[in-house]
C-alpha cells in the first residue's frame, strides 16, 4: 500500500493539462445562451451549440460525488493571495469576482505555478461528498502559463454569517449583466477553510462548455454561511445553480 501512494502521489500532475485558457472567460454575446432549467438546462447544453459538445460527449465531466478514494501523499497547496477583487458581476447564473494579475496557487513541490483570475459561487454545491450535499460550493479558478486549469472547490454550509460574504453581498449587482467595482478590499484567503487537506481528481469545466483536462483540488473541510446569505445569493441568480453529478467512470479520487 505505501508503494501505490508513493506511485500516485509521484505521478500527480505529470500529465499535460490539456484545457486552453481562452475557455474560461465568460461566454460572449455570440456564445450560445444556457441555463440550469428547461430547455437550456443541463441536460440540453450538448444541443445548444457544436462547442458544448463535450457537455455530453466527454468522459471526464465534472462535478462528481466523491467517494472510493485512493490515499495518496498529496503535495502542499500554497495560496499566494495578496490583490483584492477588482470587479464583481451577476453573471446572471452566478455572482463573479475577477481579481487583479499577481495572485498564485503555488504545488512547491511539483513545480506548478496557477494564476487565479476569478472567483464565482453555486447553490447547491456541484460535487457531492459521499452522497452529502452543501448548501453552496466556491471555485477559484487559475490558469497556468501555457493554459492548464486548475479549479479549487470550497464547500459552504449553513451556519454562522461569514463576514467576507457579508462585504461581498453588499455591493452585489442585482441584475444579470451588471457590475460593480466594490470599493472595499478583501482577502481571499479569509474564504478559505483553516486547513488546507483536498481530494484531488482530472475532470472538467462545470458550466458550457464543458472543457475536459481541469485539475480538480476540492478542500474537504467547508466554511459556513448563515441562511440570509445563501438565500440573498438565490434571490438574485436563482434557486438552483448547479449542474447534477456526472459519471464518474475509471477515474481515480485522491485524498
Partial sequence: MKFMRTVWSLSLFALPVLFLAPALLPASDQAAHWSYEGEEGPEHWSDLSGDYHMCRGGSNQSPIDLQQFVHAELPELVFDYVSPPNRE????????????????????????????????FHSPSEHTIEGQSF?????????????????????????????????LWSFMPKNAGESVVPPIGIEETDLLPPTREYYYYSGSLTTPPCS?????FVLKNPIEASAEQIATFKQYVGPATNRPVQPRNSRLILD
Fill in 212 to 216: 475536459e483536462g481541469v485539475a480538480w
Fill in 89 to 120: 458581476t451577476n453573471m446572471g447564473h452566478t455572482i463573479q469576482l475577477d481579481v487583479e494579475p499577481g495572485n498564485f496557487l503555488k504545488i512547491p513541490s511539483r513545480g506548478r505555478i496557477f494564476e487565479l483570475k476569478q472567483f464565482h
Fill in 135 to 167: 448548501a453552496m460550493e466556491m471555485h477559484f479558478v487559475h490558469v497556468e502559463e501555457g493554459g492548464g486549469l486548475a479549479v479549487v472547490g470550497v464547500m459552504l454550509k449553513e451556519g454562522k454569517e461569514h463576514p467576507v460574504l457579508n462585504k
